[in-house]
């Protein structure tokens, strides 16, 4: 058996060759392609099942939990949803190619700056096999080529359905090495991963923090991730009183095990209903931990200690805190906050601007709920991910993400002087 | 003695207040500062010269060479050229606060992606006392914080410089810390700059290739940078013989010193005249090293062995081979090159444009020469760099590759379904 880090050179190489090979395919081969892939994703759905339910036996006899059986698990809808999702990516307009910029010289040269593919991309992921489709289609469409790296409970399932897709770009003639599939279960292949330099451009983890916090800690390779979503929402003394309780409580409890879940209340002290706002999120369910003001509008909360202000509770827990005005609001955000989704709620614009030009976040809202921080919500027509680094791409992430630029420069023969 | 590492967080901590205080700082006060702080450069003439001086006198006891003597020494003209330089960034457009994009979504939702400051930018340099009044003001106009670290050898010049920039700042009410001298000359001090992750957002070392390298080997923290300059020039089969003849050894012999010096010459096996091209680089006074078609070309050339291939000369030395079509000219950039600078040479723009699609390099560039390779000719104003890498910033990096974006979203009290 090869040793992993050699698997991944070889892997790594073959990734280079096939990007060079792809950078001289048009728009129309790779979004029919995907739709290509889509189409032997419903051919081979016997395949993709049997090999699924290969997957979940070995997953029931290892004791897995009844969450990671359900992430793990396709069924025929499913499978569907997974083909449609390819589909729709195929749809999306290729941001390859767009000039961002162009500018004359005035010794007449032409300056352009085009999009490009940005290169070999290695997703890290855990039991979901539908990310197997998901991220070959965005890496594909965008021009790049793909080492991905699923979880071992998931390898059968992520085989079936990576050879689906291989078999879609086979037929329209693409490079079959820009959607690779470490096929070891061997972790020392993501170690290998992390350590590519030169052969991969950047490292994108999907799934649980333990996941991402490894591949932060170990990656010598560009990483593209969130750790924590600490999102934010402090209601300023002029908030819409009815506002707030509406996206305070939606910011919370649509769903608390997503990252742009609110995880901390900021209550501006002149704002002058903060007790309904209370009542509303623990009537709907929410354990509030305050500090002293706040424990003293509501015998129902419960004391926060210092931990609390840096925790991602992603559970019905909040904690809440009075802030003198929006300053210390920012302050609070700049020191226990993830850069991730922070909000305010205010019917002051000029505050609204100041509070935007000052929380250091991916994404500021003004009068929304955090739940928005999400790329189909955000009109980018999917996701790869959000991203709370602040280089190269911030917040969520899609094919724009995926992409570099070139310079271009057109000239009649200019020399420098 | 406080400990390097120590020290550098200090720095950190204090940089990331300083940024955040920037945050609420408008674009015409830092453009004010910048001013101020050339006034200062001026009016610090004295001080700044006699600084100068005693460096100089430890140089000559150490025994620097006369390049390196150079590079150290300011004198009356120089230091106007640094203080002119500082005046011209302070009139730059202002990047922080443009709006890249902006979207309106069915539920009223207006995304906006908007261009702000990067962070806390680490500046590793050599013995140029320009950079730091050069760093400093590109960083602080785009509004980041900036911790600087100079040479040893141009440590009272650097201090006195630096003096005068934070000068400028105090006065104008902008937080002093903005702009950050390491003190210290022990070399512990740039490890721990390397390895500053969340303090540090980027570091960008300016010099030469032993210090790039080992910025580049030791970092934890991204980096901004260019290794090698190993620049092709591509002379296709339908070139101009005047064009290719004035580009080739403009992009040769211009500057034989600089990152975009050309270093190989690939000739189409079917372009008519590769005789006179070769004479003229040779006749120019370069030395041609050639594979065998080379040679039977011209006495004078003498045999290139693999090596030459992947050598940047900074000489006037050349690489030359003769390809079979673009085709193979791609496939050798892809193998040999540096993904700097790379030119085809040709009267057939649909080649030019395949070549420009299929060549992986930074710039790319149609019949002129590849000395052109300059943020000021670029026509960005200024350079704080040329980067190779693909993520974030590309090519020539003047105040737009410093900053990154958030997403702003404004809302009138919409919550998610």
Redesign the interface.
């Known amino acids: 058996m090869t040793n992993p880090a050699q698997l991944i050179t070889d892997m790594g190489n073959k990734a280079r060759a096939a990007f060079?090979t792809l950078?001289?395919v048009t728009d129309a081969q790779k979004s029919t392609a995907l739709i290509s892939a889509a189409r032997h994703l419903r051919a081979g759905a016997a395949t993709i099942l049997e090999a699924n339910g290969r997957d979940m036996e070995s997953a029931r006899d290892r004791d897995l939990s009844d969450a990671m059986l359900d992430r793990l698990m396709i069924d025929e809808s499913r499978l569907e949803a997974i083909a449609a999702a390819v589909e729709n990516v195929a749809e999306l307009p290729d941001p390859v190619g767009q000039i961002i910029d162009r500018?004359e010289?005035p010794n007449g040269?032409m300056?352009e700056r085009?999009r490009?593919p940005?290169?070999v991309i290695g997703i890290i992921y855990e039991s979901r096999p539908n990310v197997t489709a998901d991220a070959a289609a965005l890496t594909l469409r965008s021009g790049n080529a793909v080492i991905l790296r699923g979880g071992s409970e998931a390898i059968e399932s992520n085989r079936a359905i990576f050879e689906a897709m291989t078999a879609g770009l086979a037929e329209e003639g693409l490079p079959e090495n820009a959607i690779q599939l470490v096929q070891t279960t061997d972790r020392a292949a993501v170690g290998a991963m992390l350590k590519a330099s030169g052969l991969i451009?950047?490292i994108i983890p999907r799934g649980g923090k333990s996941l991402v916090k490894r591949v932060q800690d170990e990656a010598r390779v560009?990483v593209l991730a969130h750790l924590d979503g600490i999102c934010h929402t402090y209601i300023g003394k002029d908030a819409?009183q009815?506002?707030a309780i509406?996206?305070a409580?939606?910011?919370k409890m649509?769903r608390t095990g997503v990252c742009g879940a609110m995880e901390t209340l900021l209550i501006d002290q002149d704002y002058p209903a903060p007790g309904p706002l209370l009542r509303a999120l623990i009537d709907a369910g929410c354990e509030v931990r305050g500090d002293d003001m706040i424990m003293e509008l509501d015998p129902r909360t419960v004391p926060a200690d210092a931990d609390d202000w840096n925790t991602e509770y992603l559970a019905p827990i909040v904690a809440a805190k009075m802030v003198r005005d929006m300053e210390e609001a920012?302050?609070h955000i700049?020191e226990h906050g993830s850069h991730h989704t922070d909000v305010i709620v205010t019917e002051d614009s000029a505050i609204a601007d100041?509070f935007?030009?000052?929380a250091?976040?991916?994404?500021?809202?003004?009068?929304?709920?955090s739940?928005?921080a999400d790329g189909g919500?955000?009109?980018l027509g999917a996701e790869i991910g959000i991203s709370t680094g602040?280089?190269?791409a911030?917040?969520?992430v899609a094919l724009e993400g995926l992409t570099?630029?070139?310079?271009?420069?057109?000239?009649?023969?200019?020399?420098?002087p």
Chains 1, 2 share one sequence.
């Open positions: 060079l950078s001289g500018s010289r040269l300056m085009v490009v940005l290169g451009d950047i560009p819409d009815d506002k509406a996206i409580v939606n910011a649509r920012v302050a700049a100041e935007i030009r000052r250091d976040s991916a994404i500021v809202m003004h009068n929304a709920s739940q928005f919500e955000f009109g602040r280089l190269h911030r917040g969520p570099t630029y070139k310079w271009v420069v057109r000239g009649t023969g200019q020399v420098r």
